[in-house]
């Protein structure tokens, strides 16, 4: 019996969780909930689940919380510390690690430094703190799984290969709603246009991130400190259908993919059985029903996204933090109508530059780079006319 702290349960990650936790009542134990302010799910989670814990983050909601589960023999918290206060306990295998953004970081690192391995979805962590997670992971000996579906593919492709050599990794993007679009057409593109993605049901966050090709520089950056690889050897081809969920080059020209349905279910379900595989009864991908499978290359002027998160890879330290920073503001004023589409990118490319270096930040760094970036951020959208 694996026992489970699911951090962002009321998400759509979170949602996925329970939902494949339910199907295996014998192998996993929900022991800890957290959500950030959808207080009325978190009670029917928490009702169903019966947790030995919940913790909502905005503690404005402790109170109603508290109230509707007095009946349950369940443990209530309010606000961040609690989280990291909760999953210390000791029985607890695994923290699935499902909140969006840069808030995620500490919860995690508290996390590993508990010994916790981890199932890991909150990509902006790694991103933004990936030496010193990857550091702290090994000094607890911890094991960090990704959820995230091109890296879960990428975990499969090199089951077995661990002595023999990556050439290098091919990430796969749909291209998102907007994958035909001219750059014109962009400029003008709503909020409500960018959240109907094709193939993937998402987050609102990841939603916008994939539209504007965001969510794959972040996968780039998150492969680097998965994977253990250089920028040259990791790139990114679109593939419209969402089948293969990306290839591994190995050094003798033989080349895996992983394929299966568009469901996060599966990747859910890979990491929290890993290294075993969970017989499921979801959806099987019928390959005679599918005639192609196809390929583009990115237009990275068109998607400017992706070459600013190559540009914080290869510059490294503190320069990831502040792109992430400056895109999960982006990502806000977008969705509030206060930026435009292709005012994201030039806005985040703004603060990126504008970042005082650190080669070897450390936690205050990082945390002190986030809310710089995230002030001027916001600032650089009151000023400027980037609607
Ligand atoms: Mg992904």
């Keep these: ?38 207080v009325d799910q978190l009670i029917a989670q928490a009702k169903v689940h019966k947790p030995d814990s919940v913790v909502i983050v905005n503690e404005e909601h402790y109170k109603v919380l508290k109230d509707r589960l007095s009946g349950l023999p369940v443990k209530v918290y309010a606000g961040i510390e609690a989280v990291s206060h909760v999953i210390a306990q000791k029985g607890i295998d695994m923290v699935v690690a499902a909140m969006v953004g840069f808030s995620g970081m500490r919860p995690v690192i508290k996390a590993i430094e508990q010994g916790k391995d981890i199932a890991l979805a909150n990509k902006e962590t790694l991103v933004v703190a990936g030496q010193i997670i990857n550091d702290l992971a090994k000094k607890h000996g911890v094991q960090i799984i990704p959820v995230d579906s091109e890296h879960s593919a990428i975990l499969q492709c090199m089951a077995g290969e661990a002595d023999n050599q990556v050439e290098k990794i091919t990430l796969t993007a749909s291209g998102g709603p907007f994958r035909r679009h001219s750059v014109d057409r962009l400029y003008h593109v709503k909020p409500e246009e960018a959240l109907r993605h094709p193939n993937w049901i998402m987050g609102k966050k990841i939603t916008i991130d994939s539209a504007s090709m965001m969510n ?93 998160a190559y540009k914080a890879l290869e510059k490294g330290g503190n320069i990831p933090c502040a792109m992430n920073a400056a895109n999960e503001v982006a990502v806000e004023a977008f969705l509030k109508k206060d930026i435009g589409f292709m005012g994201m990118p030039e806005m985040i490319e703004t603060i990126m530059d504008n970042t005082w270096f650190i080669q070897k930040p450390g936690i205050e760094d990082l945390e002190e780079t986030d809310r710089l970036s995230r002030i001027r951020a916001r600032e650089y959208i009151e000023k400027m006319d980037v609607r």
């Design 1 to 38: 019996m694996k026992r489970l702290a699911i951090l962002g349960s009321t998400g759509s990650i979170g949602t996925q969780t329970l939902d494949v936790v339910d199907r295996y009542p014998d192998k996993f134990k929900v022991e800890v909930l957290t959500a950030y302010r959808n």
């Design 216 to 308: 794959k520089g972040l996968e780039v950056i998150e492969a680097k400190w998965f994977f253990d690889l250089r920028p040259e050897q990791i790139e990114v081809v679109i593939h419209p259908q969402s089948i293969i969920h990306s290839f591994v080059h190995f050094a003798d020209g033989s080349i895996k993919a992983q394929m299966g349905i568009p469901d996060m279910r599966l990747p859910i379900v890979y990491a929290l059985g890993y290294p075993h595989r969970l017989t499921t009864d979801l959806p099987r991908f019928n390959i005679r029903e599918c005639n192609k499978l196809t390929f583009e290359e990115v237009d990275t002027k068109k998607f400017r996204n992706l070459a600013l």
